[in-house]
């Protein structure tokens, strides 16, 4: 973490919402931080453009206009652009935060990797180029720094399109050649032309820093460097690694040929073809080629002796050049005769040399075979991560190691239950009885669950599964404000983080339970069906074993889920109206229901528990969320589809 100096950003809050808590990295077009969002609670990453581009009014616009292209990229390998702001002079983006180190650290640390490794991280990477590369958005800036590694091995690319921003800005419109120059194609020096083939370019040229350690152009100058990338080719990567494959070469090659017609012309044509490779090479190739370099030189050269000078006083001169008794410099001299003894001394001599040749040839292959089968060494197999912990255990204990667990990490790579990682990690040549940890996996890393309250069944098992979630229990109740049918919430709540291995629950509305009426008073009964939303139809039959105008059957029946608008029907006892009488309403109370008390209710909840009751509602203010007042008042009766006002 950059903390040579105090910076001034570290614990401000940019744009009311977002904390500011340490700084990352600071680079020639901004600065990066780890902040908080407080608004949603989560840690994020900040990059703010250093001052003089966020003065420039170019810029900024185009900056803009990359952010929201990057932010509509959503794929697992690419670092997710959340928001795009401006607070005074500041400008900057909000970012996934991405705990990890870079392709460029993990460089450092080894050097250079295996053809195995390498392709196996140029895989996610250009699987990232190939989906912006779809959505036609070129990155321009490949390289190992804005490859970031998470710690259970998770590969995510940065910076899409941000470089074409800055780029295109004014400031850069006099001849400066923006980007990282040991990685810019041949037509990026040359006119600025930039395209998705100058990403496979650059792409190519990182695989071969990959497997060698350097960049294939080295130079005293960005100047030298770029002239470098336009009149010479990139060598072949075994020309610094001996025993590289032909066709991991060709994968270096055909990427930076010249010509931008010769590349693969996009990122994931360029997939497919390290795929291929990736997929045909043993899965002990890195271990096997690692052995071979660190064997002995080859003994031959190292036995054969100098050629031995003339004897003292000797007067037969060749010119190496001449054929045995041919012309020399002398005239025409006879090759020198080989004694008895000469022939018997050379014979024994090649014979010895022979026999040395070979002894320590076959001390050298035997020490390869027991390198590699020595039974007091074991490799930790390639193949376990991802396999289930016992046949994991069980594997590694038949080799003779020792299992330990490790604690559980979230692995988008490894499912739930299997192995998402080892330690040490796998390929490792190991004594036997040495201890492997083995970290398990809790399943894919936690995302938040979508908001499915008010949809139907199968539309909220949609909206789950886009998210990568699977529907556990669906269970049903009452509800007097969400419709039947509908979903009521979700367990966990929406909004809340789980791993999509974990099945969410589903809660559905039954709707409102149906009141039993029977016996009721008409009136009263036809209120209280009102107040529900419900529609009212009745007919009137004569029951004189039934006090008059009371509720003589319903449909439907007594515990039935409705909802707001269906049609209730009531039979109700038939009796003739007399004056004074008091079951005689005028007809002009007909259409008065009951006001719904919705005080200290949430806002949207009250709209649709009123709006549910046969009334239109009118929200004046909204400050706190929740109902502080209304009128008409609870417990009043108004006219059937007039407004009641509330306030919050």
């Given at each position: 973490m950059d903390t040579t100096v105090a910076d001034p950003l570290v614990g401000r809050v940019l744009d009311g919402r977002y904390r500011i808590e340490s700084r990352i990295a600071r680079g020639g077009m901004a600065t990066v931080y780890t902040a908080r969002d407080i608004r949603l609670d989560r840690e994020i990453a900040i990059k703010v453009m250093?001052?003089?581009?966020?003065?420039?009014?170019?810029?900024?616009?185009?900056?803009?206009?990359?952010?929201?292209?990057?932010?509509?990229?959503?794929?697992?390998?690419?670092?997710?652009?959340?928001?795009?702001?401006?607070?005074?002079?500041?400008?900057?983006?909000?970012?996934?935060?991405?705990?990890?180190?870079?392709?460029?650290?993990?460089?450092?640390?080894?050097?250079?990797?295996?053809?195995?490794?390498?392709?196996?991280?140029?895989?996610?990477?250009?699987?990232?180029?190939?989906?912006?590369?779809?959505?036609?958005?070129?990155?321009?800036?490949?390289?190992?720094?804005?490859?970031?590694?998470?710690?259970?091995?998770?590969?995510?690319?940065?910076?899409?399109?941000?470089?074409?921003?800055?780029?295109?800005?004014?400031?850069?419109?006099?001849?400066?050649?923006?980007?990282?120059?040991?990685?810019?194609?041949?037509?990026?020096?040359?006119?600025?032309?930039?395209?998705?083939?100058?990403?496979?370019?650059?792409?190519?040229?990182?695989?071969?820093?990959?497997?060698?350690?350097?960049?294939?152009?080295?130079?005293?100058?960005?100047?030298?460097?770029?002239?470098?990338?336009?009149?010479?080719?990139?060598?072949?990567?075994?020309?610094?690694?001996?025993?590289?494959?032909?066709?991991?070469?060709?994968?270096?090659?055909?990427?930076?040929?010249?010509?931008?017609?010769?590349?693969?012309?996009?990122?994931?044509?360029?997939?497919?073809?390290?795929?291929?490779?990736?997929?045909?090479?043993?899965?002990?190739?890195?271990?096997?080629?690692?052995?071979?370099?660190?064997?002995?030189?080859?003994?031959?050269?190292?036995?054969e002796s100098p050629p031995a000078a003339p004897p003292a006083g000797g007067t037969?001169?060749?010119?190496?050049?001449?054929?045995?008794?041919?012309?020399?410099?002398?005239?025409?001299?006879?090759?020198?005769?080989?004694?008895?003894?000469?022939?018997?001394?050379?014979?024994?001599?090649?014979?010895?040399?022979?026999?040395?040749?070979?002894?320590?040839?076959?001390?050298?292959?035997?020490?390869?075979?027991?390198?590699?089968?020595?039974?007091?060494?074991?490799?930790?197999?390639?193949?376990?991560?991802?396999?289930?912990?016992?046949?994991?255990?069980?594997?590694?204990?038949?080799?003779?190691?020792?299992?330990?667990?490790?604690?559980?990490?979230?692995?988008?790579?490894?499912?739930?239950?299997?192995?998402?990682?080892?330690?040490?990690?796998?390929g490792t040549r190991v004594a036997k009885g040495a201890t492997i940890t083995l970290v398990p996996s809790r399943g894919r890393t936690p995302v938040a669950v979508p908001d499915v309250a008010g949809k139907t069944e199968a539309e909220a098992r949609q909206a789950l599964k886009d998210k990568g979630f699977s529907v556990g229990d669906v269970s049903r109740q009452g509800s007097q404000t969400v419709d039947k049918d509908k979903v009521v919430r979700t367990r966990p709540a929406a909004g809340a983080k789980q791993s999509p291995d974990e099945p969410v629950d589903l809660v559905v509305s039954t709707g409102m339970s149906m009141p039993d009426l029977r016996g009721m008073n008409a009136d009263t009964a036809a209120d209280k069906l009102r107040a529900m939303g419900l529609d009212l139809k009745i007919t009137k039959r004569d029951d004189s074993a039934q006090p008059p105008d009371t509720v003589l059957e319903q449909s439907p029946a007594p515990g039935t889920g409705v909802s707001g608008g269906d049609e209730v029907s009531l039979v109700v006892n038939k009796k003739d109206c007399l004056i004074g009488d008091f079951f005689c309403k005028d007809s002009s109370d007909q259409n008065k229901i009951p006001v719904p008390g919705v005080l200290g209710q949430p806002i949207d909840q009250a709209v649709q528990a009123i709006q549910n009751s046969g009334f239109t509602v009118k929200v004046r203010t909204n400050i706190g969320g929740k109902v502080v007042g209304q009128l008409p008042l609870p417990g009043t009766t108004a006219d059937r589809g007039s407004e009641i006002t509330i306030w919050g």
């Amino acid at each position: 973490m950059d903390t040579t100096v105090a910076d001034p950003l570290v614990g401000r809050v940019l744009d009311g919402r977002y904390r500011i808590e340490s700084r990352i990295a600071r680079g020639g077009m901004a600065t990066v931080y780890t902040a908080r969002d407080i608004r949603l609670d989560r840690e994020i990453a900040i990059k703010v453009m250093h001052g003089h581009l966020a003065a420039d009014e170019d810029f900024v616009r185009r900056f803009i206009g990359e952010a929201k292209a990057a932010a509509a990229l959503s794929h697992p390998n690419v670092v997710a652009v959340y928001d795009q702001r401006t607070d005074g002079e500041h400008v900057f983006l909000v970012m996934e935060y991405v705990p990890g180190r870079t392709l460029r650290d993990l460089l450092t640390e080894r050097g250079r990797l295996g053809p195995r490794a390498a392709l196996e991280i140029m895989q996610p990477v250009l699987a990232a180029l190939g989906a912006a590369h779809r959505a036609g958005l070129v990155h321009r800036d490949v390289k190992p720094e804005n490859v970031l590694i998470t710690a259970d091995g998770q590969v995510k690319v940065a910076d899409f399109g941000l470089a074409r921003a800055e780029s295109d800005s004014k400031m850069t419109k006099t001849g400066l050649i923006i980007g990282t120059v040991g990685y810019l194609a041949p037509e990026q020096v040359l006119a600025g032309d930039v395209d998705i083939r100058s990403d496979v370019y650059a792409a190519g040229v990182m695989l071969f820093e990959l497997l060698t350690g350097r960049q294939p152009h080295q130079g005293d100058s960005a100047l030298s460097v770029a002239y470098k990338h336009v009149n010479e080719t990139v060598p072949a990567p075994s020309t610094a690694v001996p025993g590289l494959p032909p066709q991991v070469d060709a994968l270096v090659t055909r990427a930076t040929a010249h010509d931008p017609a010769r590349r693969p012309q996009d990122a994931n044509r360029y997939l497919a073809a390290v795929a291929e490779v990736y997929n045909g090479l043993p899965r002990d190739f890195d271990q096997r080629l690692a052995a071979q370099a660190a064997q002995p030189r080859n003994v031959t050269a190292v036995l054969e002796s100098p050629p031995a000078a003339p004897p003292a006083g000797g007067t037969r001169v060749m010119d190496r050049g001449a054929a045995p008794g041919g012309p020399g410099p002398y005239g025409d001299v006879p090759p020198p005769e080989r004694t008895a003894a000469d022939r018997f001394i050379g014979a024994i001599t090649g014979k010895y040399v022979l026999i040395a040749i070979g002894a320590i040839a076959a001390v050298i292959l035997g020490w390869a075979v027991w390198y590699q089968t020595s039974g007091q060494y074991e490799h930790v197999p390639d193949r376990i991560v991802g396999t289930r912990l016992a046949a994991a255990t069980k594997t590694l204990q038949d080799k003779g190691l020792v299992v330990r667990r490790g604690t559980s990490v979230y692995s988008d790579r490894a499912p739930k239950g299997t192995v998402a990682r080892t330690d040490p990690p796998p390929g490792t040549r190991v004594a036997k009885g040495a201890t492997i940890t083995l970290v398990p996996s809790r399943g894919r890393t936690p995302v938040a669950v979508p908001d499915v309250a008010g949809k139907t069944e199968a539309e909220a098992r949609q909206a789950l599964k886009d998210k990568g979630f699977s529907v556990g229990d669906v269970s049903r109740q009452g509800s007097q404000t969400v419709d039947k049918d509908k979903v009521v919430r979700t367990r966990p709540a929406a909004g809340a983080k789980q791993s999509p291995d974990e099945p969410v629950d589903l809660v559905v509305s039954t709707g409102m339970s149906m009141p039993d009426l029977r016996g009721m008073n008409a009136d009263t009964a036809a209120d209280k069906l009102r107040a529900m939303g419900l529609d009212l139809k009745i007919t009137k039959r004569d029951d004189s074993a039934q006090p008059p105008d009371t509720v003589l059957e319903q449909s439907p029946a007594p515990g039935t889920g409705v909802s707001g608008g269906d049609e209730v029907s009531l039979v109700v006892n038939k009796k003739d109206c007399l004056i004074g009488d008091f079951f005689c309403k005028d007809s002009s109370d007909q259409n008065k229901i009951p006001v719904p008390g919705v005080l200290g209710q949430p806002i949207d909840q009250a709209v649709q528990a009123i709006q549910n009751s046969g009334f239109t509602v009118k929200v004046r203010t909204n400050i706190g969320g929740k109902v502080v007042g209304q009128l008409p008042l609870p417990g009043t009766t108004a006219d059937r589809g007039s407004e009641i006002t509330i306030w919050g």
